[in-house]
């Protein structure tokens, strides 16, 4: 098996996941849930209006390296840019990426990071053996992984911003004064 760096690693992890995501956005639109609770009212309105919106003249501040990246891709890089917002606009109203109204304001994350914890170590044996059979099987333990590591970096982060928050207010431990919890 060829030598894989890192970034690669990351790329066919985002790959795969961006896959999942797709394959389970296609299983639920085929199995007729256009008129249950899981497609956003909000969709149905945006699916009613005309398909080609009216464009608004706006000033926006990028930072350098997006520009760039946009710019690269050749003409059109403004019309590509707007393409990447509507779907990033369409994936939050579909629940696909959360956001501000996923957060939970009463949550205990170091219990919650202690279980994350837990479940990653009881797993980790399994997911090691999958991973060097390689394969499909593999790349759903790498996937696998990388969504609980993903969720335990979560919870230490918000857990971090909890203590600084509160050292700065005078307090000292985490979740007493501390910002919004995220929600696992």
Do not use: C
């Not at 849930?33 to 149905?44: F, G, M, N």
């Not at 608004?56 to 891709?73: C, K, P, T, Y």
């Not at 207010?169 to 919890?181: C, I, L, M, T």
Request: net charge neutral; proline share 4%; hydrophobic share 45%.
């Amino acid at each position: 098996m060829p030598n894989i760096t890192a970034s690669e690693t990351k790329q066919r992890a985002a790959f795969h996941h961006l896959a999942g995501v797709m394959r389970g956005l296609e299983a639920d639109l085929r199995w007729g849930l256009v008129q249950s609770d899981r497609i956003p009212q909000a969709w149905h309105q945006i699916a009613a209006e005309d398909p080609v919106p009216k464009k608004r003249h706006v000033s926006i501040r990028l930072d350098e390296d997006v520009l760039r990246f946009f710019q690269a891709m050749g003409a059109g890089h403004l019309t590509r840019m707007n393409a990447v917002l509507r779907a990033f606009m369409l994936a939050r109203l579909a629940g696909v990426v959360k956001g501000a109204a996923d957060v939970d304001y009463g949550h205990d994350l170091r219990a919650t990071y202690l279980r994350e914890m837990e479940a990653y170590m009881a797993e980790k044996p399994e997911l090691d053996r999958r991973i060097a059979a390689g394969g499909a099987a593999a790349d759903k333990a790498i996937d696998a992984a990388q969504a609980r590591l993903d969720r335990i970096q979560a919870l230490l982060l918000a857990m971090l911003d909890g203590v600084a928050e509160g050292v700065a207010e005078g307090g000292g431990e985490a979740g007493r004064s501390g910002p919004a919890q995220v929600r696992p």
